[in-house]
């Protein structure tokens, strides 16, 4: 769903702001306003925080592209195909990136009791590694080896 105009009308004009910056990072006051409209959205309070920690200028220029038209992969076959191998390597990255991500998640000591037993992750969706192309991933998609859940998140489909 794509969000309020003026939420992105006004996003637009801090990245601008943030841009004009000699060092983006120093813009303060801008990244708390961006980050309170961005709060206002449907996006993942997660990616949001990490974008704006980061102060990230061409990822939050993505979340606000996300916002202004959020794009869902078409299911028919794009006209440049990557090849076979392309797709086994970015499968492959993909998978590793998640086991990485969920290792990452269970081994934080700060979300549990350190004299439990522990527990698994509840991590299922990623964002794609940035490696290889979105054609390649909505390639991933159309042969049913990922499924797209939205906002540039993927998830295994276990076939």
């Given at each position: 769903?794509p ?19 000699p060092?983006?990072?120093?813009a ?8 309170n ?11 949001v ?7 990230g ?16 992969p078409?299911?028919e076959?794009?006209?440049?195909v ?20 969920r ?23 990623i ?8 054609e390649?991933w909505?390639?991933l ?11 540039g ?6 076939k």
């Amino acid at each position: 769903m794509p969000a309020d105009p003026e939420i992105v009308k006004k996003l637009n004009e801090l990245l601008g702001a943030i841009r004009a910056y000699p060092d983006p990072r120093r813009a303060s006051a801008e990244w708390k306003q961006a980050y309170n409209l961005l709060k206002k959205t449907d996006l993942e309070k997660n990616h949001v925080d990490n974008v704006v920690a980061m102060r990230g200028v061409e990822k939050l220029a993505a979340l606000i592209g996300d916002l202004a038209a959020p794009e869902e992969p078409t299911p028919e076959a794009p006209e440049n195909v990557p090849d076979d191998m392309t797709l086994q390597k970015a499968l492959r990255a993909f998978k590793k990136r998640l086991r990485l991500t969920r290792l990452d998640d269970e081994s934080q000591i700060s979300n549990r009791d350190p004299l439990s037993k522990g527990e698994a992750s509840k991590i299922d969706q990623i964002i794609p590694p940035f490696e290889f192309p979105k054609e390649v991933w909505d390639e991933l998609v159309r042969r049913d080896k990922l499924k797209y859940t939205g906002k540039g998140f993927y998830a295994l489909t276990g076939k």
